[in-house]
């Protein structure tokens, strides 16, 4: 069974950075589009940032946007999330994804399009 391994979260304060990083366990997810999502208590999982199978295409909700860079480095099978000028609201449990098809030009920005997630890993920024 594939899984993806979330890594990188914790505890900051306002205006810090973050990079979180993703791995799956078989290689060929490197040549998977991925994305990060994440959940805040009491709220529904939200799309954050998505790249293609290729790193060539990227997409951002607009909460993020200027702020965080999702990036992928085939080479080393990993997926990352750097996240800058982290703010309160940006505290949720944020899971990698996969979707269920290699070599996908395109970039997925709603859960029902992913196949694989990880368990998650926990930003609590603190005001």
């Known amino acids: 069974q594939v899984q993806l391994v979330e890594s990188g979260g914790g505890l900051l304060q306002s205006g810090g950075s973050l990079r979180l990083s993703c791995v799956p366990s078989?290689?060929?997810?490197?040549?998977?589009?991925m994305g990060w999502f994440r959940q805040a208590p009491g709220k529904e999982r939200e799309f954050v940032a998505a790249?293609?199978?290729?790193?060539?295409?990227?997409a951002y909700a607009d909460s993020v946007k200027g702020r965080f860079t999702i990036s992928r480095d085939n080479a080393k099978n990993t997926v990352y999330l750097q996240m800058n000028s982290l703010k309160p609201e940006d505290t949720a449990l944020y899971y990698c994804?996969?979707?269920?098809?290699?070599?996908?030009?395109?970039?997925?920005?709603?859960?029902?399009?992913?196949?694989?997630w990880g368990q998650g890993t926990q930003v609590t920024v603190s005001s």
């Open positions: 790249i293609n199978w290729s790193g060539t295409s990227t």
């Open positions: 994804a996969a979707v269920g098809t290699a070599y996908g030009a395109a970039v997925y920005t709603t859960p029902r399009e992913y196949m694989y």
């Open positions: 078989a290689r060929t997810f490197r040549n998977y589009p």
